[in-house]
């Protein structure tokens, strides 16, 4: 078992910089890539980010690229998401999620954390 726990989320004003963590413990492994998804009100679940146990294999959402990024600390089991050039329509809930690789589904999922950008 993986537990994820995020944090980080809170209020900015539009243009403005959060930047979330996903701590992991439990049973990591170095085959674990971890996703950064999220839910608006009403909307469906969206992929914002993951990034590969190493590092060196990281996809984006069309929505947030060129503002957010995703990076790793394994040494702190450790998942972070830098979001600058934030937007009102970045508000929901984010998440972060494990898997044990590419073609696995995302089994392992955190609590959430609400990021709110007012205009």
């Known amino acids: 078992q993986v537990q994820l726990v995020e944090s980080g989320g809170g209020v900015a004003q539009a243009g403005g910089s959060l930047r979330l963590s996903c701590a992991a413990s439990?049973?990591?492994?170095?085959?674990?890539?971890t996703g950064w998804f999220r839910r608006a009100p009403g909307k469906e679940r969206e992929f914002v980010a993951a990034?590969?146990?190493?590092?060196?294999?990281?996809n984006y959402g069309d929505s947030v690229k060129g503002r957010f990024t995703i990076s790793r600390d394994n040494a702190k089991n450790t998942v972070y998401l830098q979001m600058n050039s934030l937007k009102p329509e970045d508000t929901a809930v984010y998440y972060c999620?494990?898997?044990?690789?590419?073609?696995?589904?995302?089994?392992?999922w955190g609590q959430g954390t609400q990021v709110t950008v007012s205009s």
């Open positions: 999620a494990a898997r044990r690789g590419a073609l696995a589904s995302y089994d392992y």
């Open positions: 990034i590969d146990w190493t590092g060196r294999s990281i």
């Open positions: 439990g049973r990591t492994s170095s085959s674990y890539q």
